[in-house]
């Protein structure tokens, strides 16, 4: 049984700082493309970062680039968020998702739908 657990969200200010983890069972962690993706009240899920199997590829999402970064241990099973500088525009649950693949340094896509296994999700939310 797969599962992925997020933790590390919470209740911050405008300009502060959260590190969201995701830990990964039941997996070959190591053959996933890891993502996360984040949905506000009212709005779609929309892709925020991904990771290649490797780690020496990355991808984000316009609104975050240069303010998130997304990395990973495979030997810890774990994937994390950093996220710095936060927007109230931030605020959302946050998913992190598993992608069988193929290719060790490229992040496949950044599709939701092509991402089979899903965490709970973790709020973030950020006061102005």
């Known amino acids: 049984q797969v599962q992925l657990i997020e933790s590390g969200g919470g209740l911050v200010q405008a300009g502060g700082s959260l590190r969201l983890s995701c830990a990964a069972a039941?997996?070959?962690?190591?053959?996933?493309?890891m993502a996360w993706f984040r949905q506000a009240p009212g709005k779609e899920r929309e892709f925020v970062a991904a990771?290649?199997?490797?780690?020496?590829?990355?991808r984000y999402a316009d609104s975050v680039k240069g303010r998130f970064t997304i990395s990973r241990d495979n030997a810890k099973n774990t994937v994390y968020l950093q996220m710095n500088n936060l927007k109230p525009e931030d605020t959302a649950s946050y998913s992190c998702?598993?992608?069988?693949?193929?290719?060790?340094?490229?992040?496949?896509?950044?599709?939701?739908?092509?991402?089979?296994?899903w965490g709970q999700g973790t709020q973030v939310t950020v006061s102005s």
């Open positions: 990771i290649s199997r490797s780690g020496s590829t990355t």
């Open positions: 998702a598993a992608r069988y693949s193929v290719v060790y340094s490229v992040v496949d896509t950044v599709t939701f739908r092509e991402y089979g296994n």
């Open positions: 039941g997996l070959t962690f190591s053959m996933h493309t």
